[in-house]
Each structure stands twice: as C-alpha cells, then as structure tokens.
C-alpha cells in the first residue's frame, strides 16, 4: 500500500460548482502537505502549501489538513474551464525533501 | 526569472538504445531533483543533488541508470540500455534552501518513449 492515497477521477463539473479533491495518507511522520496542478504535457505547478494542521486559503482555492485523520482536502470555488488539469496531493516529513504524491486526480470543468 | 529547463522535451528511441536527458536549474538553487512520472501515477523521486552531491540516490536503478551534476548547476540523467518499461516522463525540479519548507520547482520534464 502507497503512504499516499488520491482517487484518480476522472472528476466532471459544470462550470460555477465547487470541487473538492481529497488524499489520505499513513505516515504520521508527514508535516507539510502541498498540492499541486498540473496541466497536460507540463510539469507540475505548486498551488498551495500548509504546514501541519489547519485551513488555509488563497482566492477561490481552500487547502484543509486533519492530521489525526490523516486526510487532506482542497476545495476549488466558483470553478472555471481554466481549472481544468490533474491535482496532485503531495506530502514530506519536517525536515525531508523528497515529495510523497498521490497519483493525481483528473478534473474537468466543462462550460 | 525563467523556470527549470529541460531538453529534449520529447525523445523516441528503439529498446537497448542510450538516452540522456538534461536539465537547467533555477539560478542559485542548490537542490536539484530528478523524479519519474508513469502514465496516470505521481512523480516518483529518482535522486537530489545538495550543489553537486548526489544526498539520496536510494530509488535510483543504478544497473541502467547514471546521474550527474557537474560544478553543482546543470544535471544530466541517463539510462543504459534503456528498457520497454522506461517509458514515461522524467522531470527535473530544483529548490533554495529554506528555514523549513523548500518549495520544488518543476520542469516541463522529458517524454520518453521505448519502442
């Protein structure tokens, strides 16, 4: 079993609709928990970090982590074809340096 | 401030073939990364280099697969003999060293296809 878990989708929206993408993890070890876009035939973009448990946003895009659930979320408000791409969950211990991913879920926001 | 540079972007060689790929760091970030990306997978770490010392070479094939990072700025990966299995993207990534998080900046990475 991965230490990462993401559902690959595909995930189908109608523009305007909120999305929500989700990760579970083992390692309790994992203090910062990323996630990532990435469009087609490019390499991935980080678009939010936190670090240990809470919320945190930026514009329309809403990163959760519960650490004693060990389950991480993003929430991507008011939706637009442009969010279309594979979000990738990622994860590292305090001190480490190699990214743990999930293996990506595929959204599309259609108009 | 450009990004991570890659090349080739795509590369199609025949089973038993070398191949190299190359990549161009941010200027002034020490770390460089190599990761691996299957088809419908994450990136997978292959090694990272402090400067030009390859720190974690532990999931790197090292019966095919070579690294190296000449005066700590450019890297160069390669396999030989590449196999069928090979096929994927290979992306470069490269980060400053922070007080606790390093933020990984990506390449467009390499497509490699093994026929």
């Known amino acids: 079993q991965k230490e990462v878990e993401q559902d690959p989708g595909p995930l189908s929206v109608p523009e305007g609709a909120i999305v929500s993408l989700n990760c579970t993890y083992s390692?309790?070890?994992?203090?910062?928990f990323m996630w990532y876009r990435q469009y087609s035939r490019k390499g991935p973009e980080l678009l939010m970090y936190?670090?240990?448990?809470g919320n945190k946003e930026d514009g329309r895009f809403t990163a959760q982590v519960d650490k004693s659930s060990k389950y991480i979320s993003l929430f991507i408000r008011d939706s637009q074809p442009s969010d279309s791409a594979t979000y990738l969950c990622?994860?590292?211990?305090?001190?480490?340096?190699?990214?743990?991913f999930g293996k990506g879920t595929s959204l599309l926001v259609t108009p | 401030e450009a990004g991570v540079v890659q090349s080739p972007r795509y590369k199609i060689i025949e089973k038993k073939q070398p191949v190299a790929f190359w990549c161009n760091p941010i200027?002034?970030?020490?770390?460089l990364y190599w990761y691996l990306q299957n088809l419908g997978q994450g990136p997978e770490l292959l090694i990272r280099?402090?400067?030009?010392?390859?720190?974690?070479d532990s999931q790197l094939p090292k019966d095919r697969f070579s690294a190296e990072r000449l005066k700590g700025v450019d890297s160069t990966l390669k396999i030989q003999p590449a196999e069928l299995g090979d096929s994927a993207v290979y992306l470069c990534?490269?980060?400053?060293?922070?007080?606790?998080?390093?933020?990984?900046?990506f390449g467009p990475g390499t497509r490699l296809t093994v026929l």
């Open positions: 990534a490269s980060s400053s060293r922070g007080v606790r998080y390093n933020e990984q900046f």
């Open positions: 390692n309790s070890a994992f203090q910062y």
């Open positions: 936190t670090y240990s448990s």
């Open positions: 990622a994860m590292t211990t305090y001190s480490g340096y190699a990214l743990n």
């Open positions: 200027s002034g970030h020490n770390t």
């Open positions: 280099y402090e400067n030009e010392e390859a720190v974690d």
